[in-house]
């Protein structure tokens, strides 16, 4: 008899969860008992396929559990549910805000600050958020694969391995957890070789929408590299950790941590969702209870189709003067902005 617990049983669960995510916004709005005529005429468009200007609706059924039911403005529903208002155009709202693609001495590959490289390892996502800054990559185009042995994969490592100021890889995407563990474990037991590289850094989403993601086949390659781990999480609102709500997120974050990976969080400051001191204290005393540091608080990447989100800088910079009057220093996330061309993350002094 194979126990229920079997590394393949939890794989098939995750991968389960992910199949049966909602990607029709009626079925949304039915679940959360809201009317079909909120999304409005132009909403169809904005969930139509890529390079229209859409984006598809994806939302795992454990996020949508977390969303107060028959309320319009839920800020976890904000963030998934396609609006017609995205598809309006706006001046300095472009497909490409971050000037990636200019950045990418190989296609996957981001070497824009000192010391770290950005691999893009996959574009698929277990949740397409609307605010996201990659709604409009191509990802199929510039994804370096990750798997050990294609091409591109094999160019990205030979640019970290003839580079030895780069210490640390980031795994990114899309989200590098959509990938199975069979390859992120191929993927990282080809990266430790690396004898400069000490740091490994996942940046996803999915343990928090999926957090039955971080099972034990992704808790054995993560705790088993010789790289020190860094998992930075991305929760932009309290209710996506809030233990009362479920205990799943919470306990995922405690495995991470018991993997011995280093816990941190971003959030995007996002109108209508955490653009209050409440929501982004509140924010930060649930990732610090669940053992995760907030790190970056990041201004919206000005991207088409997002604008309505967008919090002006000295709105931001205000938010943030009172938060450091209200919370301990390490509980107060970084205000940063990425401007292309610039060394690092820019830092926006309350
Ligand atoms: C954000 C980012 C990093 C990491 O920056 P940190 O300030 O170290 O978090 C690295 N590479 C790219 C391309 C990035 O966008
Ligand atoms: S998980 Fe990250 S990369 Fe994926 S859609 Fe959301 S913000 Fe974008």
Redesign the pocket.
């Known amino acids: 008899m194979i126990p229920r617990t079997s590394a393949r049983g939890q794989r098939e669960s995750w991968r389960q969860s992910l199949r049966q995510a909602i990607t029709h916004p009626a079925e949304l709005l039915a679940a959360l008992d809201l009317p079909p005529g909120l999304l409005g005429e132009g909403a169809a468009l904005a969930a139509g396929p890529f390079g229209q200007g859409g984006f598809p609706l994806r939302v795992p059924r454990g996020f949508v559990a977390r969303m107060r039911k028959g309320d319009p403005t839920d800020p976890l529903l904000l963030q998934v549910l396609p609006r017609a208002v995205e598809m309006e155009p706006v001046p300095g709202f472009g497909s490409d805000p971050?000037a990636?693609m200019a950045?990418a001495p190989i296609p996957g590959l981001?070497?824009?600050?000192h010391?770290?490289?950005?691999l893009v390892v996959t574009g698929v996502c277990a949740v397409h958020c609307r605010y996201c800054f990659r709604r409009h990559f191509p990802y199929e185009e510039q994804h370096a694969g990750a798997r050990p042995g294609s091409p591109r994969f094999e160019a990205a490592l030979r640019y970290l391995r003839n580079d030895p100021t780069i210490e640390?890889v980031?795994l990114?995407g899309g989200d590098p957890l959509s990938l199975p563990d069979e390859q992120l474990a191929e993927l990282v037991a080809v990266l430790e070789e690396i004898p400069h590289l000490r740091r490994l850094?996942i940046?996803t989403r999915t343990a928090v929408v999926l957090p039955e993601r971080v099972d034990s086949a992704l808790l054995g390659w993560l705790g088993g590299t010789r790289l020190r781990t860094v998992v930075?999480l991305h929760v932009n609102h309290a209710r996506e950790v809030d233990p009362a709500l479920g205990p799943e997120v919470v306990e995922a974050c405690a495995r991470l941590a018991g993997a011995g990976a280093t816990l941190l969080n971003?959030s995007v400051l996002l109108r209508g969702v955490n653009d209050s001191v409440e929501a982004l204290a509140e924010l930060s005393d649930r990732l610090f209870a669940a053992g995760v540091l907030p790190?970056?608080l990041h201004l919206l990447d000005r991207v088409a189709g997002a604008a309505h989100f967008e919090v002006e800088e000295d709105e931001a910079r205000r938010l943030m003067r009172q938060l450091v009057a209200r919370l301990p220093g390490y509980l107060v996330p970084k205000l940063?902005r990425?401007v292309p061309g610039a060394p690092?993350?820019v830092g926006l002094p309350g």
Not at 110 to 113: D, E, T
């Open positions: 971050l990636e950045a981001l070497h824009k600050y010391g770290r490289a950005l640390e980031l990114s850094r940046h930075v971003q790190y970056y940063v990425e690092g993350k």
